[in-house]
Structure formats: C-alpha cells, structure tokens
C-alpha cells in the first residue's frame, strides 16, 4: 500500500447538527473517519410547529435565514472536505436521514451519543434510537465529550466478532477502513459466562465456546498486510467490549442485529449498551442482504497465513 492510498474512508457522509455539544462530537467524528476529499451533508431537522402536514420538507433560505452563521462551527471543522448544509422541518429526524442515505447514495450517517448528550431537537433518546433502528447505511456514534479531545486520525480499529453473518459484515467494514487508513486491526471476540442449567441439557447449554476456532475463522478474512491482534474477552459481553474500547482503541465496529429487516440497522440491547458507555466511537454496520449472506456461505478466500494455534491468551498477535 503506498502512502496515496491511506489517509481516505467514506467519501458521502450525513451529519446530524443541532448545535449542541453532541452535534460538535458527531463532526468531529465525521472530521476524523471521512476522507480529506469527502462530500459531507450537515443536516439540521426542525420540528414541526403545529400538526405537519406532510412527513418533511426542506426549508427555503427565506425560511431558514442566516444558515452560513448557525453552521459556521461545523463548516469550520471540517474545512478542506466539500460541506453542504441542509435545514429541514420534520416529524422525525430519523425518517430524513434515512431517506437521504437512500436517494444521496451516502456511505455513512454520523450522530452524536443519543444516550449521553444533552437534550435537544435532533438526536436525543427516541429519534436517534430511531436511527440506529433503521438505516440502511452504517451508523457512527461519537462519545460525549469527543470533540473536546485531539485526535490524530484511526490509528486502532476493532471489531466485534463471533462468527456470525452480521459480525462477518462488520468484520468486511473494519477490515477496509482498516486498509484505507493504514490502521491496526483488532479482532474481539467475547466467551461468555455459562449460566449453571439443570437437568438432561445441562452439559448441552454449558459447553463453552470455541473461541479459537472462531477467530480462526476471521483470520481467513482478513487482508495479511493488516497489523491485527486476536483478542479473547470474557465476561457480559457490552461490558467486555466496553472495556476493552479503552485499551488505545479509536474507533469500534460492530454488527447489526441478527434478525430484522434485511440491509437495515437493528440495534440490539448489547450494541446499545455498548454505545452508552462507550469511550471510542463506535459504526453499527447494518445486516447484510440475502444475496450477501449466500455469498458468505458459498465462497471461502482465504487470504490470511494459517494460523498457528495461538490464541488461548486475552491479547494474541496474528
């Protein structure tokens, strides 16, 4: 990989901007993670004043004055990327996102932390929740506090990863970000704690899981020029990614739901647990879609070394 080749990522990105500190996280996020030559939509989303009339419409400059000033904060930070700013009123922020990720063919949707921000008009509780329930493109969240900080970029990116075909779409996500930007890899998968089970099914329930055999698996996907780590977590598993979010980690990518609607977000409680608390910017990758999943079961590129066996410890290397 040359040097040109680094330093990109998604190149049509939406923001959602309220003005609030959770709006500054999400573009600074979107700063971090996009390409330097990103198309990038700052999107503010008014209610309705009264019962609408339709589900939402883009404001004129008549009816939104002065927009240059309102969005100079996010405009400023992300100065060099090409930013168009959009107001709209609507009866949900969600349903303008999505549709605009559908008709503008955007490669990524970046909001504040719909947990830990303030309250405001756009993003807190049930609209970004809405979001993140939805959307037919990747979601990134920012932490709150996240553009307080310096950040020079993604230099550590891990996934979550179980063997399942959602985590295998997030795993393809992590993987070319990870190429892109040059960054390390770091694959974690959780072996959680087995609940004590009586009776005839107790030895059933109670086997653990082949972890290794799992990260086994990831290694045949992943591209050998990435610096990776294999790391094995135990305990809840929000909790273990959580924690492990803050071991140098600058962004943290996991899969949708594994049920629900096909080439869609759905957040499950684990993922949204782990966006609560979260130190590191976390991309929700949505399922994949039938023709994806048939293709995961019937290709098997291996571009990895074989691996060595390793893996029993908490952090192993490739």
Do not use: W
């Amino acid at each position: 990989m040359t040097e040109s080749d680094r330093d990109q990522g998604p190149r049509r990105l939406l923001v959602g901007y309220d003005g609030s500190e959770g709006a500054e996280d999400a573009v600074e996020l979107c700063r971090v993670i996009s390409a330097p030559d990103a198309h990038v939509v700052v999107v503010d989303v008014l209610p309705y004043p009264g019962a609408p009339s339709e589900a939402f419409r883009l404001l004129t400059s008549a009816e939104f004055p002065a927009p240059e000033d309102y969005f100079a904060p996010a405009t400023s930070r992300l100065a060099g990327r090409q930013v168009e700013t959009l107001t709209y009123v609507g009866d949900s922020p969600a349903r303008v996102f999505e549709s605009m990720a559908e008709s503008e063919r955007l490669e990524l949707i970046v909001v504040g932390s719909p947990h830990l921000g303030p309250v405001g008009r756009i993003l807190a509780g049930s609209a970004a929740e809405a979001l993140l329930h939805g959307a037919p493109v990747p979601v990134a969240t920012a932490p709150h506090g996240y553009a307080g900080a310096t950040h020079e970029g993604l230099k550590r990116i891990a996934v979550a990863y179980d063997g399942g075909e959602e985590s295998r779409a997030a795993l393809a996500y992590a993987q070319a970000l990870a190429l892109e930007r040059g960054a390390a890899l770091d694959v974690l998968t959780v072996e959680r704690p087995v609940d004590p089970v009586g009776g005839a099914i107790a030895l059933t329930m109670s086997l653990p899981e082949n972890i290794d055999e799992i990260q086994r698996q990831a290694l045949h996907e992943i591209d050998p020029s990435i610096e990776l780590r294999r790391r094995r977590l135990k305990g809840e598993t929000a909790e273990a990614l959580v924690e492990a979010c803050g071991d140098g980690v600058d962004l943290l990518v996991i899969g949708s739901r594994g049920y629900g609607t096909i080439e869609r977000v759905l957040l499950g409680s684990t993922s949204a647990a782990v966006i609560a608390a979260a130190s590191c910017p976390v991309v929700v990758v949505p399922r994949p879609s039938e023709a994806g999943r048939r293709r995961h079961r019937t290709t098997g590129v291996s571009v990895g070394a074989p691996d060595d066996g390793a893996g029993s410890g908490a952090v192993d290397a490739r």
